[in-house]
């Protein structure tokens, strides 16, 4: 996943201070990595093959797409379906229960942080009205 932390760092201290208090904190570490929530849920809404989530984010580079899908994939997020017939070989990927799951709370974190934020930004753009989850 991310980079490996140093062992006697405050940081890493810290960090395995909160994880011990409450499981949440570590929750919150895995899912908060860049583009990971937005990759699932575009996953979700059948954006499902490498080319076309590259496309849906242009300035994201291919090593980090292939990154976040690995992560989404070893953590149960998604599964991985090769297209047959295809030259070169192709994968679609989809969402499992558990990323569909994990998809209806971060929406439901997305609709709290609309009614509560504090600015006039317009930090997410997530279409969130015919969602499939």
């Known amino acids: 996943m ?4 140093k062992e006697q760092s405050t940081n890493t ?3 395995e201070t909160l994880a011990q208090a409450c499981d949440v904190n570590e929750v919150l570490l895995q899912i908060a990595l860049r583009w990971k ?4 849920y575009c996953i979700a809404e059948d954006v499902s093959q490498f080319s076309t989530l590259k496309k849906m984010f242009p ?3 291919d090593q980090v797409l292939s990154k976040r899908l690995k992560e989404l994939k070893e953590e149960s997020l998604v599964v991985t379906e090769n297209i047959e017939n ?8 989809s969402p499992t229960e558990k990323g569909k799951e994990l998809l209806k709370i ?17 930090y997410c753009q997530l279409n969130v009205v015919n969602t499939k989850i």
């Open 106 to 122: 971060i929406l439901d974190l997305h609709h709290w942080g609309l009614k509560w934020k504090m600015t006039e930004n317009d």
């Open 59 to 61: 300035t994201l580079s």
């Open 2 to 5: 991310a980079t490996p932390r």
């Open 37 to 40: 929530m937005q990759i699932l």
């Open 13 to 15: 201290e810290n960090l």
């Open 86 to 93: 295809t030259i070169p070989p192709q994968i679609r990927y």
